[in-house]
């Protein structure tokens, strides 16, 4: 069950002052998910949005020790870090990788599935912002079906995003988890999860970017809420296996009155030029998925 707001740790662990862009959700979502982690952490990460967050050498408004490393090898630090700790008999130090979709879904799949196969322990997280933000909107294999990228200018991105959650499943690894910024107690209560596990364990956060997907810095929570309203974003937990929807999610699947997607599109700017066929063939997908889904929460009862 989710946290009591009152019983969210106090101590803040990302200082005023960041480098992140005004309305950025994943300097939210790193609040929340530093506070639940707390002091005996070690962060590792690759040159992207949050490396920015971080600022530049020797100032940092983070709290915690971090590591910082080359765009395709996340993974691979934080299973030279958790073996370098298990050396030194520190187990109980939690190792969190933090990176985005390009880093994940793109570059750094190889570095993250030989961590995942061998057990590696340690937390990896994707946060999802569908796109390589920190240089100039790329698209990545994260970006959905009809959105516009630098790379994608004309004729919006084709194909629907990778489904990276099934490719984390198929590892068999004992805790996955999805989450944003939005619901702020949901993604606290998650990471508080996660760090009593043991193992791999891979937490993706749908993270809204007011730059990249063309929206007013005031509506980050709003879209990602509608995100969840309409599907786009599932809130759910995998843990051994056993599958199961939380917070809002959950109850969408209840009362069954999840909202079309164009409520979500149409608030910004990047599906612009997205076609009726893109925004049909991206609610079948969403729908699709949320059967699918709704199958594994009932086979898991």
């Known amino acids: 069950m989710p946290q009591n707001l009152f019983k969210i740790h ?19 979502a790193y609040r929340f998910a530093l506070k639940a982690l707390r002091e005996d952490t070690i962060v590792t990460l690759p040159a992207c949005c949050l490396c920015v967050l971080h600022g530049l050498y020797p100032l940092t408004p983070v709290l915690v020790p971090s590591v910082n490393n080359t765009f395709a090898s996340t993974a691979a630090s934080a299973s030279g870090i958790a073996a370098g700790l298990a050396a030194l008999n520190r187990t109980e130090t939690t190792v969190v990788a933090f990176a985005g ?19 590696t322990d340690f937390i990896y997280v994707a946060y999802d912002n569908e796109g390589y933000m920190n240089t100039g909107t790329q698209r990545s294999s994260a970006t959905p079906m009809g959105a516009l990228t630098t790379t994608t200018p004309v004729l919006t991105k084709q194909q629907h995003k990778k489904d990276f959650l099934k490719i984390m499943e198929a590892h068999q690894i004992p805790y996955i988890a999805t989450t944003t910024p939005a619901y702020p107690i949901d993604l606290y209560d998650k990471f508080v999860r996660a760090k009593r596990i043991k193992g791999t364990r891979f937490i993706h956060i749908h993270t809204p970017c007011p730059p990249g997907w063309q929206y007013p810095t005031k509506d980050t929570i709003r879209i990602g809420r509608l995100a969840v309203d309409t599907g786009l974003c599932v809130l759910f937990e995998v843990e051994n296996g056993k599958f ?9 699947a209840e009362k069954g009155n999840k909202l079309p997607v164009v409520h979500y599109v149409e608030k910004q700017g990047r599906f612009k030029k997205m076609s009726i066929e893109q925004l049909n063939q991206l609610q079948a997908w969403v729908d699709d998925r949320w059967e699918e889904y709704k199958r594994k929460a009932a086979e898991s009862k």
């Open 10 to 28: 106090e101590k803040e662990y990302v200082l005023p002052g960041t480098r992140a862009c005004q309305g950025c959700g994943l300097s939210i």
């Open 101 to 119: 979709d390009g880093g994940t879904f793109d570059m750094g799949i190889q570095a993250l599935s030989g961590a995942a196969e061998r057990g």
């Open 244 to 252: 199961r929807f939380t917070g809002r999610s959950r109850t969408l």
